[in-house]
């Protein structure tokens, strides 16, 4: 019972502003690559203070649950690169559980 409270109580401060950055907007696109093989379940847009916004974040589905990949390129040796890193653990954090709230209704209302 005390680790729910907890578990709780870390998915409120994840909702929470970051050093004055906060998800101010979040589209979900949701699609299934799953029947060619893929693992992206949909692409968000997010908008930090409405004065910034990130495209192509990808929701990927694993063996571990649903996590957020960043939009990135292929380079000339054939590297994935990203195009956006979050160096701060919190405002990740921050940003995930802002995408994956939006993306659990949205996923819930279509079944």
Do not use: C, W
């Amino acid at each position: 019972m005390f680790q729910s409270k907890m578990a709780v109580d870390r998915k409120a401060l994840e909702r929470l502003p970051v050093s004055g950055i906060k998800v101010t907007s979040v589209k979900i696109y949701p699609f299934d690559t799953s029947g060619i093989g893929g693992n992206v379940r949909a692409v968000a847009n997010i908008k930090l203070n409405n004065v910034l916004e990130i495209k192509d974040i990808k929701i990927v589905y694993s063996n571990n649950g649903y996590f957020i990949q960043m939009p990135s390129r292929r380079n000339r040796h054939g590297e994935y690169v990203p195009l956006i890193e979050i160096l701060d653990k919190d405002l990740y954090a921050h940003i995930r559980r802002m995408i994956m709230d939006e993306f659990k209704k949205i996923v819930g209302e279509e079944g």
